[in-house]
């Protein structure tokens, strides 16, 4: 960890050499093997995976709130997520340190599942819809930069000049939702808002806890 530009001071990890970054996807891929050969030869099974707002609002399987944070729909998906956590991820565990890092991204996901399910209930939507992946947790880590970087200047999909952090964000956004109206995908949409207002959040509470700091890593990263 640089102690250039984090917030917080260096601490020993139990993780030993391994970035918690690098756990995070390891443990992404490992239980994306399991639990796809699990649901291919039991595909009821799913709903001990993942998030499904009609069994949370019946107070069932509430473990899926992490379990679908590791469960993925196919092989491009989680390619695209973890390449995504492998460049921003591992920015963020700089700059928050390993631990705290360690439980922004998992609150960034819970939130995020949390956020779909009760957006399902406010707009009436599906509440048979299942919704598994990282990139509810990925969109925390977004929009964290967001706020503590906004002028990073970042490459999002096939555009070949960079973007600023803050326009490039609710960008992605835009464009996911276009694409998953559009083309009838079922995208997790509810789950990546919900996952950028919780790195929202917690970005706020760092700027104004952390003022000096914040301001350097922001002038930092323009």
């Known amino acids: 960890m640089s102690p250039v530009y984090s917030i917080y001071p260096k601490r020993r990890s139990l ?3 391994l970035s918690i970054n690098a756990v995070f996807i390891l443990l992404n891929i490992l239980f994306f093997i399991i639990f796809s050969i699990l649901i291919y030869f039991k595909p009821g099974f799913i709903d001990y995976i993942a998030i499904k ?3 949370i609002l019946q107070g069932k399987y509430l473990w899926t709130f992490f379990t679908s944070m590791f469960m993925h729909a196919g092989f491009f998906h989680i390619l695209a997520n973890m390449l995504s956590l492998l460049f921003i ?4 565990e700089k700059i928050l340190g390993r631990k705290r890092y360690f439980y922004f991204y998992l609150l960034s996901g819970i939130f995020a599942a949390l956020f779909f399910v009760l957006m399902s209930l406010l707009i ?3 509440y048979n ?3 598994v992946g990282a990139s509810g947790a990925i969109f925390g880590l977004v929009g964290l930069l967001m706020v503590l970087t906004p002028n990073l200047p970042v490459y999002i999909f096939f555009i070949p000049i960079p ?3 803050k326009y490039a964000a609710p960008g992605i956004l835009v ?3 276009i694409i998953s109206i559009a083309g009838n995908i ?3 949409n509810m789950a990546h808002l919900g996952g950028l207002l919780c790195g929202l959040i917690y970005g706020f509470y760092l700027k104004k806890k952390y003022k000096n700091k914040t301001r350097f890593i922001s002038r930092y990263f323009s």
């Open 124 to 126: 009436k939507g599906d």
């Open 15 to 17: 993780f030993g050499l």
């Open 89 to 92: 991820g591992s920015l963020i």
């Open 129 to 131: 819809t299942y919704a």
């Open 163 to 165: 973007v600023k952090m």
């Open 53 to 55: 707002p009609s069994n």
């Open 175 to 177: 464009v996911l939702w």
């Open 186 to 188: 079922p995208i997790g």
